[in-house]
């Protein structure tokens, strides 16, 4: 009776460890052999694609700091202002942050999530008092029936700030990348390049599993037992497993000479031709990131990368292609909205003639237009960008 019982609980045990889904075992096959991508979610690929990716790190940092050194100008269509109230507040947005920190922080978000948004605190008649760069993965578009904003929600832990959209302006100043499937949110070039980032964060994490393992190919130990044996006991394999690891793996093992005992002998194995496309693979990675953001790979130290003669060449792409559109469209966003507080029409945009990085483009386009007789003073004026002269003073 008691070897029946015995018998019986043991023959039950292994229905316990059935599994109580029917369908867990297709999920399980379904996802052998699958690649794992990162999520597509702001956090994910800022934690993985910014703080976690050198090459995205420094590619949003290269373009949040170029854009937001640029210096502004204030003009419309009589005059261009060198003291007004819009570009105190720009200067001095808030008692944290200055003109650099604010148009930083606004880039940054805005490569990184697709969306920026800038809150005006004290807001009344006039312009705000201060201006706050608001986290994008905070921050939620509450549409109305229309379909256009009424409302912006900003979440934190739980808690709900609702910013009401609905009045003549916004307390929000919203800008957003093109996105083509998405009505209220921008698409972030870190988006598309997130295959691109796990495959070079990929390549990182093989590369510090090579040097840890003393950055030798591995090898096999085989073993010849004296008696025609074939496999060894299981005392002998924890043994030998134990030494392995404990006194030849890793970087402070390595050189160490290896004493094997008889039977035994180390067969090294060289890399394969996988293994060594491993760094070409990584470099591909970097470049497809460094494209999706905009900047030439030479600017990022990339190796191989030869498409421009030298390094101001390369320069001068990186403004005129990258810099000077994305800070051109935003300071035009943030400048209708603060002329809209204000209740002015005036234009808030880069000064392309102070930077160094165009210099050899301004001297030419200076020449061509001083060159054309056929053309008035105020025509010319008008091409370079500059607002027309008070009546009286067009220098004819």
Not at 294 to 315: D, K, R, S
Not at 330 to 338: H, I, K, N, Q
Not at 344 to 370: F, I
Request: proline share 6%; glycine share 10%; hydrophobic share 40%.
């Amino acid at each position: 009776m008691v070897l029946d019982f015995l018998r019986k609980g043991r023959d039950a045990a292994p229905e316990l460890e059935e599994k109580a889904s029917a369908t867990g075992p297709l999920v399980a096959y379904a996802n052998a052999g699958r690649v794992t991508w990162t999520a597509r979610d702001t956090g994910s690929l800022t934690r993985l694609g910014f703080a976690g990716n050198p090459v995205g790190f420094r590619a949003v940092k290269l373009i949040a700091e170029a854009a937001a050194a640029l210096p502004l100008v204030l003009q419309d269509e009589g005059q261009r202002y060198g003291q007004h109230p819009m570009l105190s507040l720009i200067h001095e947005p808030n008692t944290a942050q200055g003109k650099a920190e604010l148009f930083e922080a606004l880039y940054g978000h805005l490569l990184l999530a697709g969306d920026a948004y800038v809150e005006a605190v004290g807001a009344g008649a006039g312009l705000p008092t201060e201006l706050h760069v608001l986290r994008s993965d905070r921050m939620r578009v509450i549409p109305g029936a229309d379909g256009w904003p009424v409302a912006y929600d900003y979440l934190v832990d739980g808690r709900r700030h609702r910013f009401d959209a609905t009045g003549p302006v916004s307390p929000v100043c919203h800008v957003r990348a093109f996105h083509p499937q998405d009505d209220h949110y921008g698409l972030s070039p870190i988006q598309a390049a997130a295959q691109a980032v796990d495959v070079h964060n990929s390549a990182s994490r093989w590369s510090k599993g090579l040097l840890d393992n003393a950055a030798r190919p591995s090898g096999a130990i085989v073993w010849t037992g004296g008696d025609g044996q074939g496999s060894m006991s299981n005392d002998q394999f924890e043994r030998l497993r134990d030494e392995m690891e404990s006194l030849h793996q890793g970087a402070r093992n390595a050189g160490r000479p290896m004493l094997l005992e008889g039977g035994l002998d180390w067969k090294p194995m060289g890399f394969s031709p996988s293994d060594m496309e491993f760094q070409q693979t990584k470099e591909a990675a970097a470049r497809e990131i460094a494209v999706a953001f905009g900047v030439p790979p030479m600017l990022l130290g990339i190796p191989g990368e030869a498409t421009f003669a030298n390094y101001q060449e390369a320069h001068r792409a990186f403004y005129r292609l990258t810099v000077l559109p994305l800070a051109t469209r935003v300071t035009a966003a943030v400048g209708r909205w603060l002329s809209a507080h204000l209740g002015e029409e005036v234009e808030l945009k880069p000064d392309l003639d102070q930077v160094p990085a165009l210099s050899a483009e301004r001297d030419a386009q200076w020449a061509r237009v001083a060159q054309a007789d056929f053309l008035t003073a105020a025509e010319k004026r008008r091409m370079l960008g500059l607002p027309d002269l008070p009546q009286g003073e067009d220098g004819e």
